[in-house]
Structure formats: structure tokens, C-alpha cells
């Protein structure tokens, strides 16, 4: 069965770091493009970064730019986002997304996503 599995969310005070972990039953293909998403309720779904599965080039959104990295593992079919210098607006369920690629690159428009993982919450406290 092909999945997505979220973990690593939990609650840390601003200023500091979280790893998220996003396993992959199936998705983990070299024509794929893997990302993360997050939400907070009542907003519209955010890209923040992806990675293609074939050479591991990277995209990020301003907003987490500097801050929050992207990789993956291929041995374990999994991807990851580490979070550093956490901010409160960085609160939010996160996603991660998984799909074939487009064009020969990846890029964080949810539009271009149709696999899903169920979120794991972060949360930042001030």
C-alpha cells in the first residue's frame, strides 16, 4: 500500500529545532519530487521545500530560507525537514506531499500534489 507517514512534530520553545521524518511506502522513485506543506487553520496550505528524488536539488520558500533544510535518504525511502530557530509563526501542521515531476524540477505549489501524508503538528511557543 503506498503511504506517507508523518512524525518528529511536537511543542519547543522559539528559538529552537525539531527534525521531521516523512516514510515512504511507495512515491520513492527517481522521477518523483517529494515536499513539505504546512498549515495553520483557517489559511491556505503553504509550500515551504522540496527535493527531487533523482538528483536531490532543493527548493525552499522565503519564508523558511536559511532556517529549515530538506533532504533525504534513499536507502530508507524517506525525507526529512529539519527546523532551526523556530519562530511562533512557524506553528502549524505539516505535510509532507509526494508526486511524479512535472518538468525537471520541483516546485512547492500544492496544485502539483496529489499524495498525502495525514500532518504532524509543530508548535512554537514564545
Known amino acids: 500500500q503506498e503511504q506517507l507517514v508523518e512524525s518528529g512534530g511536537g511543542s519547543v520553545q522559539a528559538g529552537g529545532s525539531l527534525r521531521l521524518s516523512c516514510a515512504a511506502s511507495g512515491y520513492f522513485y527517481s522521477t518523483y519530487c517529494m515536499a513539505w506543506f504546512r498549515q495553520v487553520p483557517g489559511k491556505e496550505r503553504e509550500g515551504i521545500a522540496s527535493?527531487?528524488?533523482?538528483?536531490?536539488?532543493?527548493y525552499y520558500a522565503d519564508s523558511v530560507k536559511g532556517r529549515f533544510t530538506v533532504s533525504k535518504d534513499n536507502a530508507k525511502r524517506a525525507m526529512y525537514l529539519q527546523l532551526n530557530n523556530l519562530k511562533p509563526e512557524d506553528t502549524a501542521m505539516y505535510y509532507c506531499?509526494?508526486?511524479?515531476?512535472?518538468?525537471?524540477?520541483?516546485?512547492?505549489?500544492?496544485?502539483?500534489?496529489?499524495?498525502w501524508g495525514q500532518g504532524t503538528q509543530v508548535t512554537v511557543s514564545s
Open positions: 506531499a509526494a508526486d511524479r515531476a512535472r518538468r525537471g524540477y520541483c516546485v512547492i505549489s500544492q496544485d502539483e500534489y496529489k499524495n
Open positions: 527535493i527531487y528524488i533523482n538528483d536531490g536539488r532543493t
